[in-house]
């Protein structure tokens, strides 16, 4: 079974508009940490959000924040107000467990490609 | 902070031959990690350093493959015999404090060909 699945291979959305890009997750641990990274046409891998399993509110970083509804185990990431820049790669990704080699251990959805239309 | 930097960019080699890449993290990080990218999917993970320990390797790291980090430093990643199926974006990251939500930074990458 899919650890990470995001459902939407390509996603449009009109500047200055938001967006929801969709992430479920399956993992039979308690302690779990779920990542949000931006992959534009350059290569780069580039950090978005965090969000830990026993973290009460949804992560927030600017323009992006995480819907997090643990029960139904998915970990929707938003992002306000679009931007042309915002055209790339998303990647969900989830660390399980806690400690040792976890913390660097992802498991990486298969992505998003987001397009913003001026 | 100047970042993860990945040397070669690109490389293109013919079936058999052996590759090396090169890994320069961020300086004060210990933790030192090779993914493997391929088109339209996510990374992969292969290996984990700590220091210049490999404290974990991906059953996706065949024989052919091996990765040193010598002195904690900067870190290795050899194919030796490459195969087609080794064409891939081979991506390092870094991380530094040791908590559950310190981000891995990722290199550029650099871009296999095995022609």
């Known amino acids: 079974a899919q650890k990470i699945t995001q459902t939407q291979p390509g996603m449009f959305v009109q500047e200055k508009e938001a967006v929801t890009l969709d992430c479920t997750y399956d993992?039979?641990?308690?302690?779990?940490?779920l990542f949000w990274y931006k992959q534009p046409s350059s290569g780069e891998m580039i950090f978005l959000i965090y969000?830990?399993?026993?973290?009460?509110q949804n992560a927030t970083e600017g323009r992006y924040s995480l819907n997090f509804q643990k029960a139904r185990k998915s970990a929707n990431l938003v992002i306000s107000a679009s931007q042309l820049g915002d055209s790339a790669m998303y990647f969900c990704?989830?660390?399980?467990?806690?400690?040792?080699?976890?913390?660097?251990?992802?498991?990486f959805g298969q992505g998003t490609i987001l397009t913003v239309h001026p | 902070d100047t970042g993860v930097s990945q040397d070669p960019r690109h490389k293109i080699t013919k079936r058999g031959q052996n590759v090396t890449f090169r890994c320069d993290p961020i300086?004060?990080?210990?933790?030192l990690y090779w993914y493997r990218q391929t088109l339209g999917q996510g990374p992969e993970f292969l290996t984990y350093?700590?220091?210049?320990?490999?404290?974990?390797k991906s059953r996706l790291l065949s024989d052919r493959f091996s990765a040193e980090r010598p002195k904690g430093s900067f870190s290795t990643l050899e194919i030796q015999r490459t195969e087609q199926g080794d064409s891939a974006m081979y991506l390092c990251?870094?991380?530094?404090?040791?908590?559950?939500?310190?981000?891995?930074?990722f290199g550029n990458g650099t871009r296999l060909t095995v022609t």
């Open positions: 300086s004060e990080h210990n933790r």
């Open positions: 969000q830990g399993s026993y973290d009460e």
């Open positions: 993992t039979s641990d308690q302690s779990y940490g």
């Open positions: 990251a870094s991380s530094s404090a040791d908590r559950e939500g310190s981000p891995l930074h």
């Open positions: 350093f700590q220091n210049e320990a490999q404290l974990e």
């Open positions: 990704a989830m660390r399980e467990g806690a400690g040792g080699t976890s913390y660097g251990k992802l498991t």
